[in-house]
């Protein structure tokens, strides 16, 4: 088969819980042509190496009704709980248990009425259920669908058929909770798949025409109207507007976009129309890339789901030997009556399903990577997100993380805008990042640099520049040049120096403009250092810029340490030292010092848009250039972690408080069922208070 090793992905929808995707893909490996299958329960996805019809995928997820569809169908028709078909049998069951319970109290004479009814019941009402659980019992496979099966079954045995059937109908409710808990949690994908519009007006060979978003080639011009949403990643070619990158970066303020510069699939044309030329196919966009990395973040498993995994794991089989053991020791060693004990025992292997336990972690994880992913936070998986609750240290690049990144003149004496415009002529000639910050000066003062006549340039390496303007010759550079020119010095030069600024000299014969330049701090620096603060976590900046120049960003914006002089090797060695007694942090820009992000408990990138390396280094990726998204970040995982603590601990508490009850022999099939109901809606509903958590 020529396809045989090609590795396709499906869309699947009505897959109930964790231990349903693990029986699907088993049956999906089963299947004739399939080499290997992969269930991602999380983000309700399959992966198939070899070849399968959906019919086939379909039939093979026929026990819990699951329907498969093309991974490009990212969207389909939400259907409403009560329209489902998968619930109809059960309202069948749950009308025919009322009618027998009515019956039991009117039959008089016709007392098998009310059995018959409660028999039709379970069959209705569990058929899948059971289907499942005789095929896990032959196999000696012991899940939440064997135990109920044997409860059910040895229920109706001991004649207890109205709590049989009633603990059919409840178990079905606590799927469909668990089931409807799973897409709740899923809908902060559901509406990231939503930002992008599925069609675009495209001009190619000279004829505008709406084409699908698949059918749309690198190169196309694409024309976005004001108020209409980017469709593709592109280059702005023509027009100028502001867009809305709310759904890319999380940032409601609008950013100016012109000739040039780059837009993004799902970001909105607020004002202006624009002529985009498309960059990227649909599958290659940034909306694209960040949806299948947080649906594969979502499938991947945190630590605390590790623990619920092994646990459940012996789990099962204890709450089936604790039965047995109900069952036998009363009546055989204590003169107990083999009727009660028999229903006791069954009762506690309905407490055997894990549903509110299975269900615990995987919600919480799922919710608050979809909605980090909402506030532009990519977040690469469930172990990431429990380590930076852990996090105690944040180490900061400087460049571009804490600062701008674009050096800008802070200082002027005097202002004199002639000389400016001088200063600003020499340094349009010249390459270095500082010349650009003085010709950003004179054009902020609206000064005309472009019209002096400038002749004779030349740089002077490692000190400068020098050129003729009206027979005079200026220079502008480093307080070296001027004191080896014997032009003199100023006291300023060394204040503004002791203030980690770099200080630029212009004149002829003379000192005649001193100017200060320093890469400025972004302004939400003082601000989210005193947030850390208060969270007891420490921060340090790494940076290879001299001690001077460190120690006043790092008075400046409030940081714990600061370690300068460093290249990228010795960024790594303290990081490396750090972690020996800290969980450490590293947050970059996601290309330089890679080492040190790697080495780092977690590495979080700056600025991920548009910047592929980002998006597949880091373990977080902040999508904007806005730090305010890292105390966010930490806030949301250590309330994720809370609740699942909190959602482990009732969920086994509730298990504990259920076995207890046997002892005085009070548990009931009800009071086992409704427990574990409850525990699951509770563990739900507990989770979905992430959704709540906000960017301030």
């Not at 209705?124 to 064997?146: A, E, H, P, Q």
């Not at 997100?385 to 690049?397: C, R, S, V």
Request: charged content about 20%; some cysteine.
């Amino acid at each position: 088969m020529s396809e045989g090793t090609e590795r396709k992905t499906y869309r699947i929808q009505n897959l109930s819980c964790s231990s349903c995707a693990k029986t699907y893909e088993e049956n999906l490996k089963a299947l004739p042509h399939v080499q290997d299958a992969e269930v991602n329960h999380a983000a309700a996805k399959i992966y198939i190496t070899g070849d399968a019809t959906i019919a086939e995928m379909e039939k093979a997820g026929a026990f819990d009704n699951v329907k498969v569809r093309d991974v490009s169908e990212s969207k389909v028709e939400k259907e409403s709980f009560w329209k489902k078909k998968e619930n109809y049998p059960v309202y069948v069951a749950a009308v025919l248990v009322i009618i027998s319970f009515i019956l039991s109290y009117t039959s008089g004479e016709n007392a098998w009425l009310p059995t018959a009814g409660y028999l039709a019941a379970i069959i209705i009402g569990g058929y899948s259920l059971f289907i499942t659980g005789f095929k896990n019992l032959i196999r000696l496979k012991f899940d939440m669908n064997t135990l109920m099966t044997i409860a059910v079954i040895g229920a109706a045995l001991i004649g207890e058929w109205q709590e049989g059937a009633t603990v059919v109908i409840l178990f079905a409710i606590s799927e469909a909770l668990e089931r409807y808990s799973m897409d709740k949690a899923r809908q902060s994908i559901s509406l990231l798949m939503d930002v992008a519009p599925s069609e675009a007006l495209i001009r190619r060979n000279g004829v505008e025409q709406v084409m699908d978003v698949a059918d749309i080639r690198v190169g196309d011009v694409m024309i976005v109207k004001p108020g209409q949403k980017v469709a593709m990643d592109g280059k702005v070619i023509e027009g100028q507007s502001t867009i809305n990158q709310a759904a890319i970066t999380g940032e409601s303020v609008p950013v100016t976009k012109q000739v040039n510069d780059e837009v993004f699939a799902g970001t909105l044309n607020e004002e202006g129309l624009l002529q985009v030329e498309v960059t990227k196919l649909v599958e290659d966009t940034t909306i694209s890339k960040i949806i299948h990395l947080v649906e594969e973040a979502q499938a991947e498993r945190a630590p605390s789901q590790a623990f619920v995994d092994r646990f459940a794991k012996y789990y099962t089989p204890a709450i089936m030997l604790i039965a047995f053991l109900v069952m036998l020791i009363p009546p055989l060693l204590l003169g107990g009556g083999w009727h009660e004990w028999l229903y006791q025992g069954l009762a506690v292997l309905i407490i055997g399903c894990p549903c509110a336990l299975v269900v615990s972690t995987p919600v919480a994880i799922v919710t608050a990577i979809g909605n980090a992913a909402r506030h532009g936070v990519l977040i690469k998986g469930g172990i990431h997100l429990e380590e930076a609750g852990h996090i105690d240290t944040i180490a900061f690049d400087k460049t571009g993380t804490l600062t701008r990144g674009i050096p800008v003149v802070t200082d002027m004496y005097p202002h004199h805008n002639e000389a400016l415009r001088i200063a600003a002529a020499l340094e349009n000639g010249s390459q270095h990042p500082l010349a650009a910050a003085v010709v950003r000066k004179a054009q902020a003062e609206h000064l005309d640099y472009a019209a002096v006549n400038l002749t004779n340039f030349q740089s002077l390496t490692g000190k400068g520049v020098k050129g003729d303007v009206a027979g005079r010759t200026y220079y502008i550079g480093s307080p070296g040049l001027f004191e080896s020119l014997g032009l003199g010095t100023d006291a300023r030069i060394a204040e503004w120096q002791s203030e980690g600024k770099t200080v630029l000299l212009f004149g002829s014969d003379r000192i005649e403009l001193i100017m200060a330049v320093a890469d400025e701090l972004r302004p939400e620096v003082s601000g989210v250092l005193h947030e850390l603060h208060n969270m007891k976590i420490s921060t340090m900046m790494l940076t290879g810029d001299n001690e001077r120049t460190g120690a006043a960003i790092g008075k400046q914006a409030g940081l714990s340490l600061v370690k300068a002089n460093l290249m990228p090797e010795d960024k790594l060695k303290v990081i490396k030292e750090t972690k020996q007694q800290h969980q450490v942090a590293m947050i970059g820009d996601g290309v330089n010092d890679a080492p040190a992000l790697a080495a780092a408990d977690i590495g979080i990138a700056m600025g991920g848009t548009g910047t592929d390396t980002a998006l597949e280094t880091a373990d977080i990726a902040l999508m904007s250039d806005d730090l305010k998204k890292l105390p966010y970040t930490i806030r949301l995982s250590k309330k994720t972690l809370t609740i699942i603590k909190q959602n482990i601990t009732f969920s086994l508490l509730i298990k504990v408080i259920a076995l207890l009850l046997v002892i005085p022999g009070w548990l009931t099939l009800w009071i086992a069922i409704f427990s574990d109901i409850g525990a699951t809606l509770i563990v739900t509903l507990n989770s979905m208070r992430l959704l709540k958590v906000k960017d301030n």
